[in-house]
């Protein structure tokens, strides 16, 4: 039997494992990723990308590709309630656009998971030549990981397929989905309400370009018979979700091709409608979080860690944050440059936001649950569906507090809905703020000088230039007018809430690991900074 030492084994490849294998790889981790399946999803179980998601796809190079096998925002960006997709009362509200895209470079984008898996499996075996440290992440399907034992030294694995091998690893990224078995070996439990429905997917093929440019929707509620459409490309693929009652005696079974067909017709609302049925999936609709997300060297991500209703398609971006999270504070113990103490602050920062999120779904299913029981009118319902579709303060306006982040003693911005609106602040252990800069070549982004590394941001002139030199950072001046620096914004130094002589420290995740808003520069004081954020015995 083969044997192979490694850094990380990820199990899972899905987009959350397949993200943690990029980032891996990003910061030059030598990863082993395992999934038990063959090839990449057949099925589209998610579609919506949020906008911080689309950021991490900026920065890795691939959110041109994304977006040209995605469906283009303005059309599909919506929700719709009606009868059917056909009736004269379908109602059809889009997103605010022009509200929600000034607070980054990119914006919420639908694309179907099974052709998202493709570019990231791609993206996971071949890094983007434009960070030197990348390393390919080696990725096998068709393998499974049937035996894991921890040791002193971190994990022990055998896994099975075409090759069978003992792999051994500091470290374990568990992605392998809601029934994890890695999970369940460790012994660790979820917490949550009991399943809100079993439900039924129905994919199918057919030509809806009958129906006017204002009944396409990303999803569409549907009350005779209570269903959901969704949009899976903006082509001919589309998807109803419907559900059963095991306690009357219903079953994935009673879904046979007759009733699929009858199911499709009565959604759309035309009863001789062409149908070809492309697949049948069923599935369990649940709200639960995993009670850790760490077992000594073996971390849970995605929905091995926390499992959220589809509604308001968070559960997919969610884990690719996890997988963000962990992956750089892998790297920096892993590379000698942390201490182990680093780790603990995973489970600190994403299990709060894992709650928080699948909370919100859960509202939003009940949202659902009430207009689906026709306890809501039309036009309420409608309104409620529109105003749940626009989340960025659940998506960008979360925040960090753990010992990787290093407070300035500001509170937190006041937010009149904290799950709609987000306000932008560069606090310690927010997300930094998206500020359109002028470069040599154009505009960028204050998010395009961010990753895999530190980043140091600070007034021209400043003197934090001078006084990161030599430290693992990379620091970046920012000038109001032209001059010597090659970066110039008017406001971006107040919306950091910065001073001539202020400095602001992103860690390589995106969120801001300390700010000081205008003090002398000092080396020590950075260093000393680093040694905290970083969990070094100074």
């Given at each position: 039997?083969k044997?192979?030492?490694?850094?990380?084994?990820?199990?899972?490849?899905?987009?959350?494992?397949?993200?943690?294998?990029?980032?891996?790889s990003?910061?030059?981790i030598?990863?082993?990723?395992v999934?038990?399946?063959?090839?990449?999803?057949v099925?589209?179980?998610?579609?919506?990308?949020?906008?911080?998601?689309?950021?991490?796809?900026?920065?890795?190079?691939?959110?041109?590709e994304?977006?040209?096998?995605g469906?283009?925002r303005e059309?599909?960006?919506?929700v719709?309630?009606?009868?059917?997709?056909?009736?004269?009362?379908?109602?059809?509200?889009?997103?605010?656009l022009?509200?929600?895209?000034?607070?980054?470079?990119?914006?919420?984008?639908?694309c179907?998971?099974?052709?998202?898996?493709?570019?990231?499996r791609?993206?996971?075996?071949?890094?983007?030549?434009?960070?030197?440290?990348?390393?390919?992440?080696e990725?096998?399907?068709?393998?499974?990981?049937?035996?894991?034992t921890?040791?002193?030294?971190?994990?022990?694995?055998?896994?099975?397929g075409?090759?069978p091998?003992?792999?051994?690893?500091?470290?374990?990224?568990?992605?392998?989905?809601?029934?994890?078995?890695?999970?369940?070996?460790?012994?660790?439990?979820?917490e949550?309400?009991?399943?809100?429905?079993?439900?039924?997917?129905?994919?199918?093929?057919?030509?809806?370009?009958?129906?006017?440019?204002?009944?396409?929707?990303?999803?569409?509620?549907l009350?005779?018979?209570?269903c959901a459409?969704?949009?899976?490309?903006?082509?001919l693929?589309?998807?109803?979700?419907?559900?059963?009652?095991?306690?009357?005696?219903?079953?994935?079974?009673?879904?046979?091709?007759e009733?699929?067909?009858?199911?499709?017709?009565?959604a759309?609302?035309v009863?001789?409608?062409?149908?070809?049925?492309?697949?049948?999936m069923?599935?369990?609709?649940?709200?639960?979080?995993?009670t850790?997300f760490?077992?000594?060297?073996?971390?849970?991500?995605?929905?091995?860690a926390?499992?959220?209703?589809?509604?308001?398609?968070?559960?997919?971006?969610?884990?690719?944050?996890d997988a963000?999270n962990?992956a750089?504070?892998?790297a920096?113990?892993?590379?000698g440059?942390?201490?182990?103490?680093?780790?603990?602050?995973?489970?600190?920062e994403?299990?709060?936001?894992?709650?928080?999120?699948?909370?919100?779904?859960?509202?939003?299913?009940?949202i659902?649950?009430?207009?689906?029981?026709?306890?809501?009118?039309m036009?309420?319902?409608?309104r409620r569906?529109?105003d749940?579709?626009?989340?960025?303060?659940?998506?960008?306006?979360?925040?960090?507090?753990?010992?990787?982040?290093?407070p300035?003693?500001?509170?937190?911005?006041?937010?009149?809905?904290?799950y709609?609106?987000?306000?932008?602040?560069?606090r310690?252990?927010?997300r930094?703020?998206?500020?359109?800069?002028?470069?040599?070549?154009?505009?960028i982004?204050?998010l395009?000088?961010?990753g895999?590394?530190?980043t140091?941001l600070?007034?021209?002139?400043?003197?934090?230039?001078?006084?990161?030199?030599?430290?693992?950072v990379?620091?970046?001046?920012?000038?109001?007018?032209?001059?010597?620096?090659a970066?110039?914004?008017?406001?971006?130094?107040?919306?950091?809430?910065?001073?001539?002589?202020?400095?602001?420290?992103?860690?390589?995740?995106?969120?801001?690991?300390?700010?000081?808003?205008?003090?002398?520069?000092?080396?020590g004081?950075?260093?000393?900074?680093?040694?905290?954020?970083?969990?070094?015995?100074?």
């Amino acid at each position: 039997m083969k044997e192979l030492d490694i850094e990380v084994l990820v199990v899972g490849g899905g987009p959350v494992g397949l993200c943690a294998a990029i980032e891996l790889s990003r910061h030059g981790i030598s990863t082993l990723l395992v999934e038990r399946h063959s090839g990449t999803s057949v099925f589209p179980k998610a579609r919506l990308i949020t906008t911080r998601t689309m950021e991490l796809f900026r920065a890795w190079g691939i959110q041109d590709e994304v977006e040209s096998v995605g469906m283009p925002r303005e059309e599909y960006l919506a929700v719709g309630v009606g009868s059917s997709l056909a009736a004269g009362d379908f109602v059809r509200a889009a997103a605010e656009l022009e509200r929600d895209t000034p607070q980054s470079p990119t914006y919420t984008y639908l694309c179907a998971q099974d052709v998202l898996e493709v570019v990231l499996r791609r993206l996971a075996r071949a890094p983007a030549s434009s960070v030197s440290s990348a390393t390919p992440a080696e990725v096998r399907f068709g393998a499974a990981m049937t035996r894991m034992t921890v040791t002193d030294s971190g994990v022990e694995a055998l896994v099975e397929g075409p090759e069978p091998t003992l792999v051994r690893c500091r470290y374990l990224v568990a992605a392998d989905g809601s029934r994890s078995g890695v999970r369940e070996s460790l012994g660790i439990s979820t917490e949550g309400p009991p399943p809100l429905g079993h439900m039924i997917s129905i994919m199918f093929e057919a030509d809806l370009g009958f129906l006017p440019a204002d009944r396409r929707a990303a999803l569409s509620f549907l009350t005779d018979p209570p269903c959901a459409v969704e949009a899976v490309d903006h082509g001919l693929r589309w998807m109803v979700q419907t559900g059963y009652d095991p306690e009357r005696g219903g079953s994935p079974e009673d879904f046979t091709e007759e009733v699929c067909l009858r199911a499709v017709r009565a959604a759309v609302g035309v009863p001789d409608l062409p149908v070809t049925l492309l697949g049948v999936m069923p599935w369990l609709q649940q709200a639960r979080v995993a009670t850790a997300f760490r077992a000594g060297p073996v971390f849970l991500a995605g929905d091995a860690a926390h499992v959220a209703t589809p509604q308001g398609g968070f559960g997919m971006n969610c884990g690719i944050q996890d997988a963000h999270n962990l992956a750089w504070k892998l790297a920096a113990v892993l590379r000698g440059e942390a201490g182990e103490g680093l780790l603990d602050t995973y489970e600190a920062e994403r299990r709060p936001i894992a709650a928080r999120t699948v909370d919100e779904s859960l509202t939003n299913a009940l949202i659902t649950r009430q207009m689906m029981g026709g306890l809501l009118p039309m036009d309420e319902a409608l309104r409620r569906q529109a105003d749940r579709r626009s989340s960025e303060g659940l998506v960008l306006g979360h925040h960090y507090d753990s010992s990787a982040v290093v407070p300035d003693g500001t509170p937190p911005p006041a937010v009149e809905d904290p799950y709609r609106d987000h306000v932008p602040t560069a606090r310690p252990g927010h997300r930094a703020p998206h500020v359109w800069l002028t470069g040599e070549d154009g505009r960028i982004s204050t998010l395009d000088l961010l990753g895999p590394r530190f980043t140091l941001l600070t007034p021209a002139g400043s003197g934090w230039l001078r006084a990161a030199d030599g430290l693992p950072v990379r620091a970046v001046e920012i000038a109001e007018t032209g001059g010597a620096a090659a970066l110039t914004s008017p406001t971006w130094a107040k919306e950091y809430g910065l001073g001539p002589c202020g400095a602001v420290l992103v860690r390589p995740d995106g969120h801001v690991a300390w700010r000081v808003r205008d003090d002398a520069p000092s080396p020590g004081a950075l260093e000393a900074v680093l040694a905290t954020v970083l969990a070094r015995r100074r």
